[in-house]
Antibody, heavy 123, light 107 residues
Framework: GQLVQSGAEVKKPGASVKISCKTS????????MHWLRQAPGQGLEWMGR????????NSALKFQGHITMTRDTSISTAYLEISGLTSDDTALYFC?????????????????WGQGTMVTVSS | DIQMTQSPSSLSASVGERVSITCRAS??????LGWYQQKPGKAPKLLVY???RLESGVPSRFSGSGSGTDYSLTISSLQPEDFATYYC?????????FGGGTKVEIK
């Protein structure tokens, strides 16, 4: 499998950004898709996940109302939209697939990652 | 939220040394723990899940152990390609949370 994310973005405070994560070589609807971020020099932070099969969403409380996760099953692509950007949103954003190990479903472990999309928020 | 406390935050070691990193959860997580390796500018790579199960393709010098709230990742003989930052992650409950990372540097 492969996850390919859209390119780097530079946005002004208050703007929105939409990042894509195009998947290939696996059944898109069979695996959760997660979104995480990493601020410069910092650790990893989980934002939320979408079940591409039915669109069901689970997100961290701090991001609710600030992010929108969607998917387009016809092109096997997941999206993350972040609204009301502030400088605190400057980070490298990753999509990551929830794992299935043989017959064992472990959807909240990340076994395949996109390359990351850098979002810079600056006036 | 479950807090994950990782230690040390950094360490220096030589090639061939045995290295251990620990991770403590703020509550029991029933072995729902993964370990990731991240190199600068790259996405993390899964090494271990379920506290002790090695992901396919990961060298056997990596091992995970622990239970309850305390877990560890051990590299039995450090190789040049192992110099990186390592993160633990609990998946017992959402929000999924990570430790602060351990940077393994060359001595």
């Amino acid at each position: 499998g492969q996850l390919v994310q859209s390119g780097a973005e530079v946005k002004k405070p208050g703007a929105s950004v939409k990042i894509s994560c195009k998947t290939s070589s696996y059944t898109f609807t069979g695996y959760y898709m997660h979104w995480l971020r990493q601020a410069p020099g910092q650790g990893l932070e989980w934002m939320g996940r979408i079940n591409p099969h039915n669109g069901d969403i689970n997100s961290a409380l701090k991001f609710q109302g600030h992010i929108t996760m969607t998917r387009d099953t016809s092109i096997s692509t997941a999206y993350l939209e972040i609204s009301g950007l502030t400088s605190d949103d400057t980070a490298l954003y990753f999509c990551a697939r929830g794992a299935i190990f043989g017959l064992e479903w472990v959807p909240n472990v990340f076994d395949l990652w996109g390359q990351g999309t850098m979002v810079t928020v600056s006036s | 939220d479950i807090q994950m406390t990782q230690s040390p935050s950094s360490l220096s070691a030589s090639v061939g040394e045995r290295v251990s990193i620990t991770c403590r959860a703020s509550q029991g997580i029933s072995n729902s723990l993964g370990w990731y390796q991240q190199k600068p500018g790259k996405a993390p790579k899964l090494l271990v899940y379920a506290a002790s199960r090695l992901e396919s393709g990961v060298p056997s010098r990596f091992s995970g152990s622990g239970s309850g709230t305390d877990y560890s990742l051990t590299i039995s003989s450090l190789q040049p390609e192992d110099f990186a930052t390592y993160y633990c992650q609990q998946y017992y409950t959402t929000p999924l949370t990570f430790g602060g990372g351990t940077k393994v540097e060359i001595k």
